[in-house]
């Protein structure tokens, strides 16, 4: 009798092998929802104005991410953008010898963790994962690159339709 093993494929990491990503700097990051589902937010777009509705998960994001330093002291939120079916941050990571450092994983496992755990407390949501498995980062690496994902961020909502991460509301 022979047994069939299905291999699941190996995932690849986005991280660069021989950084440290405990190391203070600023870190461009995209969490996405999983299955691409439109939970977090609606893209409301007039031809004077664009604005971002938050659902009540959208919510929820944003009151975790203001209580982000206190898992990582040494880490600061400079600028969100919740959109429907992803979250993009600019997180810097101070130098504070003072406080334990954690690595870019840990913090946004964290976050994660601690967002999950709130939807299914007051939404009673159990039977599926909230977010996908891991997530984009992107080290930034000067001032122009800064300001270019700051843009980008700014920006996003009202490219929404042309997004990659767009799916129908």
Known sequence: MSTL?????TRKSTRLTKFDYSHFGVYFITICIADRRCLLSKIQ???QKCEIMLT???EIVCEWLGH???YAADCVVDQYTVM???IHLLLRIRYNEAAESKSLSAIIGW???QITKSVRKKNDLTHFPLFQRSFYDHIVRNQEDYERIAKY???NPVMWQEDRFYLHE
């Open 5 to 9: 093993i299905t291999m699941l494929p």
């Open 45 to 47: 777009k007039t031809e």
């Open 56 to 58: 009540p998960i959208g």
């Open 68 to 70: 982000l330093s206190e």
């Open 84 to 86: 429907p079916n992803h």
């Open 111 to 113: 976050l994660k963790y």
């Open 153 to 155: 961020m700014y920006e």
